[in-house]
């Protein structure tokens, strides 16, 4: 048998040529395999950046870099919406919610008037102090607390729509600390990075929404004689979340030595993180001396204390009762809390925000030549089943579905439909909605 130095093999790998497809040979008795050959295609074709189809060579010019760190185009001027401008927006599409939104109105409007000073060059007149042209305003992260289907989302959501910047959602609890099974949190960046459209510029003035952001919360007394994911994740997020230059793999997934990253600067992003902390309004109301009951606190005489209330009792030693470690809460000095919907505000939801549900089935019965209305006490009946799910908004539109769903099947079988009534025996399920044909027999 021939000893392993006397096989022909692979110089790069070490693999006989009977364990590869091609072995090509070169001077001196060096080989390469097809495998090999393949590798190092990918690897050249990755740091000269991805070439069209039959691009000549000399177009390739420039140092190797990732193709998202170039934009094409130069990067959109900073808009500055006013508060009552951005409260207005808000309105349109979230109802109730005053104080939170009036919160996020104004923290908006300060972070992006603190990145046209730091991007732009803008500073105010000298008559107002010379000792402020050195000043550096310093980033404010926004914390939102309610239960689900409040309208954290939403909220985020339609601030980056009026803002005209690029948004992103991301869920913590799919974030795991490095060393172990999940994605990095730099993985909340690559979102954002592909919102933009891989324009890094305009990626570090966007919007990045955590969700379930409660859940990294430390759980029990002694969490710290056991490991706990979570506080690995919330340490993870803190040098994210003030500001670094964090490298992002732009494939996603884990990181690993030889990967080419992009280099994205989180200094300018904003940052909201949303959570429901359920049980948390039972540490504020221990704390002031008073009973709670469900999202409220109520006094000892029985009356109930407002989110916007319970807001103003909310102090950093309730979030790290909860769980949250003190590096990670002062990183979000800006906190807010959302109240849960009422049936009177859901009833509103479905008809006067922009995008209502009832406007959106209206508007697929519309293309079908069809109306559809809604009796009031229907609309009621919708909202008092949405409050015994306890899933605030987001239980409204999976109602209307399966309430709607024999309508919609059957609606193209009757062509000479004019109208369809929704009433409340329909929500109960006691009777089909009323088919009125053109004839109004």
């Known amino acids: 048998m021939a000893k392993p130095s006397d ?30 050959v393949a590798i190092c295609d990918q690897l050249i074709s990755r740091d000269k950046g991805a070439a069209k189809p039959g691009a000549p060579a000399a177009k390739k010019t420039g140092p190797a870099e990732a193709p998202a760190a170039a934009p094409a185009e130069p990067p959109k001027p900073i808009r500055l919406i006013p508060p009552g401008e951005i409260m207005r927006t808000l309105d349109d599409f979230v109802i109730g919610q005053e104080q939170a939104k009036k919160v996020l109105s104004v923290a908006v409007y300060n972070h992006y008037k603190r990145l046209k000073g730091r991007l732009e060059g803008v500073q105010p007149a000298p ?18 607390i309610g239960p689900t289907g409040s309208g954290k989302t939403l909220l985020a959501r339609t601030l980056a729509r009026t803002l005209d910047v690029p948004f992103a959602i991301a869920d913590a609890t799919t974030v795991t600390e490095a060393g172990y099974v999940g994605e990095d949190v730099e993985t909340i960046v690559l979102r954002l990075l592909q919102a933009a459209g891989g324009d890094v510029k305009r990626c570090e003035t966007g919007i990045i929404y955590i969700d379930e952001i409660d859940k990294l919360a430390l759980k029990g007394d002694s969490a710290h004689l ?7 994740v919330q340490h993870a997020l803190l040098k994210i979340l003030e500001g670094t230059l964090c490298n992002v793999p732009p494939q996603g997934g884990r990181k690993h030595p030889e990967q080419q990253y992009i280099q994205v600067d989180t200094s300018n992003i904003l940052f909201i993180c949303g959570g429901a902390f359920s049980g948390i309004e039972k540490t504020v109301g221990s704390r002031i001396n008073n009973k709670f009951v469900g999202f409220d606190i109520a006094t000892e005489t029985g009356d109930h204390l407002s989110a916007e209330q319970i807001m103003a009792n909310l102090q950093p030693e309730d979030l790290f009762q909860f769980g949250l470690i003190p590096e990670f809460v002062g990183r979000l000095p800006i906190a807010s809390v959302l109240g849960e919907l009422r049936q009177e505000d859901l009833e509103r939801v479905l008809v006067e925000t922009k995008n209502a549900l009832t406007k959106q089935y209206r508007k697929l019965f519309a293309m079908e030549n069809v109306r559809l209305t ?38 193209p079988n009757h062509p000479g439909t004019a109208e369809v009534v929704i009433t409340a025996a329909c929500v109960e399920g006691r009777e089909p909605p009323r088919l009125i044909p053109a004839d109004g027999k």
């Open 127 to 144: 008559e107002f102090g010379e000792d402020l042209a050195p000043v550096e305003v310093e980033k404010s992260n926004i914390l939102l």
């Open 374 to 411: 809604f009796e009031h006490e229907a609309l009621s009946a919708i909202a008092k089943k949405a409050l015994e799910l306890k899933t605030g908004a987001r239980g409204l539109r999976s109602i209307m579905e399966k309430m709607m769903l024999e309508t919609m099947y059957d609606l």
């Open 226 to 232: 056991s490991r706990n994911l979570g506080h690995g």
């Open 7 to 36: 096989t022909p093999h692979c110089s790069f790998c070490g693999k006989p040529n009977n364990l590869v497809g091609k072995l090509i040979a070169g001077p001196d008795g060096v080989n390469i395999c097809d495998e090999c």
